[in-house]
């Protein structure tokens, strides 16, 4: 992710060793929530981003590497296109580099939505309802995510630069080896991996290169400390997506049935071969839109009466109707809520948590949330709540002072406007409107540097370090004998949805062996699953084993009341 850093000596090692044709960066999501979006905010500051930028630009200058960045500035909205061209601009004028760059913005209107709406050329992107023209009035911001044809358009230009709006994470990566006649199924797969940097590396790492065939590619950590393996190359088709064996995007579906991983005699090297990209009869674009809900304030404070932590649950609701009572609209929607979050007990997993039942720590931390129209409401209402906590009697209370211990002053926090999302569809395009819906525009930039491909960026202590290092030996786990839990025989266990409607859990093992056992014994079945998480049949979308990955993937539809607001991976 663009602003999020990176090892140097790593990059520039990878410059040296492998001289890339391109840089290509993801730099968008929404795992931040929709805050981003609605109010114009870039995901790094503008320091950030010139840090990460700098070397590239130089790399791009001197080597004559292409730069693809997609998304830019998190949202990929048009105002951010801009800005992030801004600090290109600013970056380049510093050092005199000339420069070709290529911007694609979005240009899909709300009058264009509405019309797919009445003509029903617009669904649900997840378990979520359908778009009506009220949400259209409503959003704050829209933006839609592009495929990899304006990235092939703009290359047909032959730009030094290309900085793309929102787009399909893989999209600048498949555009790029499309344009170079690689087989769309080849290039999508590489794409997928490759949006998320070094993740599928052994340890889990952030830089990663491809090598590209027209019908195979080739994955390498730029660490030298990390690998690439078979089984975790294959396991990153599950990461964030829906279910492993078809990823839909832009124009397509990606089938990944016959996908095939090779472990290369270097060790570190995995090729990758026999995915196959279905073109789809409508081409469909993603939209993400935003709605204003109101305004947040929070506190915080912790709890420590054991008396008082025994029987939290109705002290807290009892705190909930008192303050309804003095704020009657409290509650009533979603623009005026109360939401507490208890660690020590549930504040990750809020309902879907099973675990502590029965289960008491010896203190909590509440953080406490109110939603409200305007600042001085919320204000309002959250100093009330905090109060209430202090101050509320309880069963059996020996401690008559105070129950809630708060650390800051200004007890309560301005926390910012508050927004959701309310557009994460899909929009039937008609053909040509892939690329004449995101418009490229083209801008020189003139200076003075001359191109220097000799000049050394490593020094010769980081040279040899870098050409000497050994990634350490994996320790894969033995399949145990008799009863065992998950940790044990599991080699990963993760939760992590690409979007806002959908939870996954990802569970992978180190064999076939493992996995196989797992599956028999039938304990991440869909009753098991629902014990776990409290929810209904309804509710879980997918439950699939990826034997070629030995993992399995179990996806459902989050069911929280606040948790589609601001959550990340929860």
């Known amino acids: 992710m663009l602003g999020y850093g990176y090892r140097h000596d790593h990059f520039w090692y990878g410059v040296e060793k492998y001289k890339p044709a391109a840089i290509i960066v993801d730099s968008g999501s929404t795992d931040g929530g929709p805050y981003k979006l609605g109010m114009g905010k870039m995901t790094c500051g503008r320091q950030a981003y010139v840090r990460d930028l700098t070397p590239m630009l130089e790399a791009c200058f001197h080597h004559k590497i292409k730069l693809l960045i997609s998304s830019v500035g998190g949202d990929g909205s048009n105002l951010h296109v801009q800005e992030m061209l801004s600090i290109v601009k600013e970056i ?23 019309d797919r709406i009445r003509k029903g050329g617009c669904t649900p992107c ?24 304006p990235y092939i358009q703009a290359l047909n230009g032959d730009p030094d630069i290309i900085l793309g709006g929102r787009s399909y994470d893989p999209a600048p990566f498949a555009g790029f080896c499309l344009h170079r006649g690689v087989a769309p199924g080849t290039a999508w797969h590489m794409g997928k991996i490759m949006e998320c940097g ?24 730029l660490s030298p400390l990390e690998r690439c393996t078979p089984l975790s190359v294959a396991a990153h088709t599950l990461y964030e997506k829906t279910r492993p064996d078809r990823l839909p995007g832009p124009g397509g579906v990606l089938h990944l049935d016959e996908a095939r991983y090779e472990q290369l005699p270097d060790d570190r090297t995995v090729r990758v071969t026999g995915a ?11 939209l993400e839109g935003v709605e204003r809900l ?34 009657p609209e409290l509650d009533r929607s979603d623009g005026c809520r109360l939401a507490y979050h208890v660690y020590g007990k549930n504040a990750v997993m809020g309902p879907l948590e099973a675990a502590t039942a029965g289960a008491v720590s010896h203190e909590l931390g509440v953080m406490g949330e109110v939603i409200a129209p305007t600042r001085e409401q919320s204000h309002a209402i959250a100093n009330n709540v905090r109060t209430s906590l202090l101050h509320m009697p309880y069963a059996g209370q020996l401690a008559t002072t105070g129950n809630f211990a708060s650390p800051l002053s200004p007890h309560e926090q301005d926390a910012g406007e508050v927004f959701r999302f309310s557009l994460y569809h899909l929009i039937d395009l008609r053909p040509g409107q892939e690329t004449s819906l995101f418009p490229i525009t083209q801008h020189v930039l003139d200076g003075s540097a001359k191109i220097d491909a000799t000049q050394q960026r490593l020094t010769p202590e980081e040279r040899d370090a870098l050409l000497t290092a050994k990634p350490q030996k994996t320790e894969k786990k033995p399949l145990p004998e008799g009863e065992a839990s998950m940790m044990d025989i599991a080699s990963v266990v993760r939760s992590k949805n690409s979007g806002p409607f959908e939870l996954t859990l990802d569970i992978m093992f180190d064999n076939e062996a493992s996995y196989q056992r797992v599956k028999a014994a039938n304990v991440l079945g869909n009753e098991v699953i629902k ?19 030995s993992a399995k993937e179990i996806l459902w539809a989050r069911n929280s009341t606040l948790l589609y607001l601001e959550s990340e991976s929860r």
């Open 294 to 327: 109101g305004h947040r304030t929070i506190f915080i404070g912790g709890i420590r009466d054991p008396i008082l932590i025994s029987q939290i649950d109705s002290f807290l609701q009892s705190v909930r109707e008192y303050t309804q009572r003095l704020y």
């Open 198 to 221: 070094g993740i599928c590396a052994v340890p889990k790492g952030r830089s990663m290169i491809a090598t590209m065939r027209n019908n195979s590619f080739d994955l390498t950590p």
């Open 92 to 114: 380049a004028s510093e050092k005199q580099f000339a420069f070709k760059i290529a911007t694609i913005s979005h240009d899909i209107s709300r009058d264009l939505i509405r």
């Open 531 to 549: 014990k776990l998480y409290q929810v209904q049949d309804d509710d879980i979308l997918v439950n699939i084993g990826l034997k070629a990955a």
């Open 126 to 149: 997840g378990p979520l309802p359908d778009l009506t023209t009220g949400d259209i009035e409503k959003a704050v911001e829209i933006v839609a995510q592009m495929g990899a044809e």
């Open 276 to 286: 196959a990209f279905v073109p789809s009869p409508v081409y469909q674009a993603k």
